[in-house]
């Protein structure tokens, strides 16, 4: 079993819809990266959470310590969001350890 | 300000071959991560430099794995006698602090594409 899992693999949504994507770990973490990769294979750094909650933008990031459950929320999705998101956490020290990453695609 | 660079961008190499890869981090950033990426996967860690000692090597596959940042900016990551397996997209990233703590932000490069043939 991996130790972080994300859900669904797959995504597609039409414009305007909004989309959850869902994050899991199984070990004890300092903190939870919300990553986006676009085609191509550029990362960007969303958001990093250790408790709580983040908004930037049409962008949500929350994250329950106690369930080891995190997720990001688009809200009023565009085409432009199309990408690859992936979930990493950071086990104490720096390394951090991904997910497979969730593929969406948002069609107008 | 320039963000983080990868060279080459593209890299194909014959099975056996020795390749480098290199990183050029954001001017100023003490930790410099490596990390690989195989076809619809996320990236796996390879290795985190604090200036220029490996704090961290334990995500080297094997031996045939090497990497250097010896005056502490520019790394390249080095691979012997490569194997098909070798193939994927080997990413870069650094960050300013390097102490783990929790306000830390890890800048990525857009990642050399290595096919072993």
């Known amino acids: 079993k991996n130790e972080v899992e994300q859900s669904p693999q797959n995504l597609t949504a039409q414009e305007g819809e909004f989309i959850t994507i869902n994050c899991s770990y199984s070990?004890?973490?300092?903190?939870l990266h919300w990553l986006q990769q676009h085609p191509g294979g550029g990362i960007v750094s969303l958001f990093m959470?250790?408790?709580g909650k983040k908004k930037h933008g049409r962008l949500i990031a929350t994250i329950n310590i106690q369930e080891k459950h995190s997720s990001l929320h688009i809200t009023a999705s565009h085409p432009r969001d199309s990408a690859v998101y992936i979930c990493?956490?950071?086990?104490?020290?720096?390394?951090?350890?991904f997910g497979a990453g969730t593929i969406l695609r948002v069609k107008s | 300000g320039a963000g983080v660079s990868q060279t080459p961008s593209n890299k194909v190499t014959e099975k056996g071959k020795y390749v480098e890869l290199r990183c050029d981090p954001i001017?100023?950033?003490?930790?410099l991560y490596w990390y690989r990426q195989s076809l619809g996967q996320g990236p796996e860690f390879l290795i985190y430099?604090?200036?220029?000692?490996?704090?961290?090597d334990s995500g080297l596959p094997n031996d045939r794995f090497f990497a250097v940042r010896p005056e502490g900016s520019v790394s390249t990551l080095k691979i012997q006698r490569t194997e098909r397996g070798d193939s994927a997209v080997y990413l870069c990233?650094?960050?300013?602090?390097?102490?783990?703590?929790?306000?830390?932000?890890?800048?990525f490069g857009p990642g050399t594409r290595l096919l072993v043939l």
């Open positions: 430099f604090q200036g220029t000692g490996a704090a961290d």
């Open positions: 070990v004890g973490i300092s903190a």
């Open positions: 959470l250790s408790s």
């Open positions: 990493a956490v950071r086990q104490g020290g720096n390394k951090l350890v």
């Open positions: 990233a650094s960050s300013s602090l390097g102490t783990g703590g929790r306000g830390e932000t890890q800048y």
């Open positions: 001017s100023g950033h003490t930790a």
